[in-house]
C-alpha cells in the first residue's frame, strides 16, 4: 500500500519559519521526483518545489524562490521543505507528491495534506 505522510504544518507568525515533512512507503522512492504542493481556499493548486529523481535538479514557483528548500532523505524515504520567511500568501494546505518528472502536471502519489497558516 502506497503511503504519503506529511507533518509539521502549523501556526506561524510573519517572517517565521516551518519545516515540512513527508514520510513514504509503498513505492520505490529513489524512482520518483518529489515534489510539494500547496492548495488555498478558493486559489487553483499550486506545485511549489520538485525535485528531481534524474539529475537531481530542483525548481520552485516563483513566488518561494530564495525562500523554500526542498530536499530529501532517501535512506527514509522522505522529503522535506524548508520555508522561511513565511508571509501571509503561503497560507493553505500543502501536500507533498511522488511524480514521474518534474513536469509532470499530476503526482502519481501524493497525501492528505498539513495545513500551514500563517498570521499578520
Known amino acids: 500500500e502506497v503511503q504519503l505522510v506529511e507533518s509539521g504544518g502549523g501556526l506561524v507568525q510573519t517572517g517565521g519559519s516551518l519545516t515540512l515533512s513527508c514520510a513514504t512507503s509503498?513505492?520505490?522512492?529513489?524512482?520518483?521526483?518529489m515534489g510539494w504542493y500547496r492548495q488555498a481556499p478558493e486559489k487553483p493548486r499550486e506545485g511549489v518545489a520538485c525535485?528531481?529523481?534524474?539529475?537531481?535538479?530542483?525548481y520552485y514557483h516563483d513566488s518561494v524562490k530564495g525562500r523554500f528548500n526542498i530536499s530529501v532523505d532517501s535512506a527514509k524515504s522522505t522529503v522535506y521543505l524548508q520555508m522561511n520567511s513565511l508571509k501571509p500568501e503561503d497560507t493553505a494546505v500543502y501536500f507533498c507528491?511522488?511524480?514521474?518528472?518534474?513536469?509532470?502536471?499530476?503526482?502519481?502519489?501524493r497525501g492528505q495534506g498539513t495545513q500551514v497558516t500563517v498570521s499578520s
Open positions: 509503498g513505492f520505490t522512492f529513489d524512482d520518483y521526483s
Open positions: 507528491g511522488g511524480l514521474s518528472t518534474c513536469s509532470a502536471y499530476e503526482p502519481d502519489y
Open positions: 525535485l528531481s529523481s534524474r539529475d537531481g535538479n530542483t
